[in-house]
């Protein structure tokens, strides 16, 4: 079965600070992946995916991941964290084997980045 | 502008009485989908849709409905809400089944 797992419930970081929001998945085939972000009382925005081509995508607000077939990660980073940075964060697998289009989703990691 | 929009936002409601959460995209997208966020859950796929008039389960149908009359509406239906369905409803859709999900403002459900 397809699945998505984000290791942490919680991440902090210090404003400035490079952050790392940890994915792994385990999927049969090519994976298509995303990573999401929810602010409070807000839909999911969309900020990257990979579906093929180069191993590191960048994304909005700076963010970027880097898909590692070997390790089946897919981990979302930023160079230098702000504090509007903060929130909810998501990482996805579309289900595209069974032909379903299902969202995959991890159970969601909520960034803190403290001033 | 591109969105998805979703009515209500919030809402509060008697076990038994039926209601609809509407659900409508201007983007002309043939996929659509239903999600309700539950805290250390994730997101979890209720219903989908690949174009008018397919619609089929996702991981935790039970006690819901959908109708994909038109392209750009799918209205989730909870015909007898019970309180294990209070929870925040998110409707998506996109392109394709390998594109990014648009996702709506959610609706915050609560059944008492």
């Known amino acids: 079965a397809q699945s998505v797992a984000q290791p942490e419930d919680q991440v902090n970081v210090a404003e400035g600070n490079p952050l790392t929001v940890k994915c792994t998945y385990s999927?049969?085939?090519?994976?298509?992946l995303f990573w999401y972000v929810q602010y409070p009382n807000r839909g999911l925005q969309f900020l990257l995916k990979?579906?093929?081509?180069?191993?590191l995508v960048k994304g909005s607000y700076g963010f970027e991941a880097e898909f590692n077939k070997s390790q089946t990660s897919f981990h979302l980073k930023k160079p230098s964290a702000l504090v509007s940075d903060s929130a909810l964060y998501f990482c996805?697998?579309?289900?595209?084997?069974?032909?379903?289009?299902?969202?995959?989703f991890g159970q969601g990691t909520t960034l803190q980045v403290k001033p | 502008e591109a969105q998805v929009t979703q009515n209500p936002r919030y809402l509060i409601t008697v076990t038994g009485k039926k209601l609809t959460v509407t659900c409508s995209q201007n983007?002309?997208?043939?996929?659509m989908s239903w999600y309700r966020q539950d805290p250390g859950l994730g997101l979890r796929q209720i219903y989908y849709?690949?174009?008018?008039?397919?619609?089929d389960k996702g991981d935790v149908p039970e006690g819901y409905k959908v109708s994909r009359k038109e392209k750009r509406n799918f209205p989730l239906i909870l015909e007898s809400p019970s309180p294990n369905q209070t929870s925040l409803y998110f409707c998506?859709?996109?392109?394709?089944?390998?594109?990014?999900?648009?996702f709506g403002q959610g609706t915050r459900l609560t059944v008492v």
């Open positions: 983007m002309n997208h043939e996929y």
């Open positions: 990979y579906i093929t081509g180069d191993n």
């Open positions: 849709s690949m174009n008018v008039e397919v619609t």
């Open positions: 996805a697998v579309r289900d595209v084997s069974g032909n379903t289009g299902k969202l995959i």
């Open positions: 998506a859709s996109s392109l394709s089944i390998k594109s990014k999900a648009f």
């Open positions: 999927v049969s085939g090519n994976p298509y």
